[in-house]
């Protein structure tokens, strides 16, 4: 005979967040809780954090014009401006001395320690501002190479500071348009795509870049402050998307590696510059993250947004379609996905080429050709040359042996670390993240590599995230910090080289 089985007592319960997950019942008001801040005072304790921040600034760098419309706004006196957020907290506290200033200050902070999107931001800003601060030491300590110059702004060397580089004509574009001189081949900034450029037009704005009046180097410099302003917030939030992408596949005890790692990374600079790279980061991160939850409409708008913002964002529709692929394979025995779903995912994975086919039609359009931004690519260097560049490389290497050609070609030796990087990091990214990941490395570094062979290899390797997410990965935990460490230190070499102008690219 059997035991009878003894009933079981009920649960009561537990309350749920959203995400379905256990929490804790919030206590209800007067039940012990913190009384909530009236509105007002929230608003006064912001304007006078906001006012001290802004007399740090103006006390600084010196003061500055914002225009709202036509009208222009002068900051300027940064003891004024210390006066007026003293003034503001005297009046608060003595209003509502309860809940005082520094205290909130305190908590907010303390509280803000858990929040993992608070912190990455956090850490991805200051790693952001730490690279402008390297290289604007670089330029008053080192000096610019002045034969590689290609344009200058202003003779201040903080508001020169992102004019460098390609950074020129996305501020042209963001300046003046689109313009095309009836030729392919001489530079023009028909080869750039527009989607950073009309960012950088829109903030760009308030910053006063089409002021009446205003000298063309004042708001060219305008514009592309505006950029880096663009930079760091697409990155800031590329990071957070990272985290989030980082957790769901490696585990969220390794997912703030993947985001160290890749603010450490040494050609991580161009994060802080006028560059498209924090808007293509950004884009990719997103697409793929919102793409695998299924959620096509928003995988869609960045992806149309990334096939706008580079010639190679229009690849990640092929690592979008390899994600199709995977998941058919995996439930292949479910017919409900190919059903109703596959027309949806196959919609949302077109979009980054349609980004680009949107954009070549207004090249055709403008040149009379379809792909004149690829032909005039070749201005730069880049042209078809199947393996030659590889075989180049491997002849000098052989006749000259490495450190001769370490000496000889310094830049381009630091592009071919990061080219290396990323095939050595091919076998971890598919053995721990999958092969559509793979993918999207390889048909980011192929098609430059045998179209330029390292021309700016070290810039394209910066945004291929998997590589980041699998090195967190893989790497032990004790050898975690010396990486960052080594990483960071490359960083603060490239970014020297980059604001003095030296021609890293």
Not at 144 to 170: C, H, I, M, N, T
Not at 402 to 418: E, I, K, R, W, Y
Not at 456 to 473: C, E, K
């Amino acid at each position: 005979m059997t035991e009878p089985v003894p009933p079981v007592p009920p649960v009561a319960p537990k309350p749920h967040s959203g995400e379905g997950g256990p929490v804790a019942p919030k206590p209800r008001s007067g039940e012990g809780g913190p009384k909530p801040t009236a509105h007002w005072v929230t608003v006064a304790d912001a304007a006078a954090v906001a006012a001290a921040l802004l007399a740090a600034f103006v006390l600084a760098f010196g003061g500055f014009v914002v225009h709202a419309g036509p009208q222009p706004i002068r900051v300027h006196g940064g003891m004024r401006l210390l006066f007026i957020a003293a003034a503001i907290a005297t009046i608060r506290h003595a209003a509502h001395p309860a809940n005082p200033l520094p205290l909130r200050i305190v908590r907010s902070l303390r509280s803000s320690a858990d929040d993992a999107p608070a912190a990455i931001v956090r850490s991805a800003l200051v790693s952001r501002f730490a690279v402008l601060l390297v290289g604007y030491l670089a330029v008053v300590s080192v000096g610019v190479a002045e034969k590689q110059v290609g344009f200058k702004v202003s003779p201040d060397p903080v508001v020169d500071l992102p004019a460098r580089f390609d950074a020129g004509w996305y501020a042209n574009i963001a300046l003046d348009g689109y313009y095309f001189q009836g030729r392919f081949d001489r530079q023009q900034n028909v080869a750039f795509f527009p989607a950073f450029p009309l960012l950088e037009r829109v903030v760009g704005y308030p910053l006063g870049a089409f002021a009446p009046g205003v000298p063309k180097e004042v708001r060219t410099a305008r514009l592309l402050w505006a950029g880096v302003i663009v930079s760091l917030i697409a990155f800031a939030w590329a990071s957070v998307y990272l985290f989030r992408l980082a957790r769901d596949t490696i585990g969220a005890d390794r997912a703030p590696a993947a985001v160290a790692l890749l603010a450490a990374y040494p050609f991580a600079l161009y994060f802080s510059a006028a560059y498209t790279e924090s808007l293509f980061l950004l884009c990719a991160v997103a697409a793929v993250f919102h793409f695998r939850r299924a959620e096509f409409g928003r995988a869609a708008v960045w992806g149309l947004l990334i096939g706008l913002t580079r010639p190679n964002g229009s690849f990640l529709s092929v690592v979008l379609a390899c994600f199709i692929v995977e998941r058919l394979w995996r439930e292949r025995r479910i017919p409900q996905f190919r059903n109703s779903q596959i027309f949806k995912s196959v919609a949302s994975a077109s979009a980054p080429g349609l980004g680009m086919l949107i954009y070549s039609a207004y090249v055709k359009h403008l040149t009379g050709s379809w792909f004149g931004w690829a032909r005039l690519h070749e201005t730069w260097g880049r042209a078809y040359e199947g393996l030659a560049p590889v075989t180049r490389a491997y002849g000098w290497i052989t006749d000259e042996g490495l450190a001769h050609v370490v000496q000889g070609v310094p830049f381009d030796t630091m592009n071919s670390l990061g080219l290396i990087f990323a095939l050595l990091m091919l076998w971890p990214v598919i053995r721990r993240l999958g092969f559509a990941y793979a993918v999207f490395v390889l048909i980011n570094i192929l098609p430059p590599m045998l179209a330029g062979g390292v021309l700016s290899m070290g810039r394209i390797t910066s945004t291929l995230f998997p590589l980041f997410v699998a090195l967190a990965a893989t790497v032990r935990a004790r050898t975690l910090l010396p990486l960052v460490t080594a990483f960071a230190m490359g960083q603060g070499l490239a970014t020297a080289l980059f604001f003095t102008w030296r021609p890293l690219f």
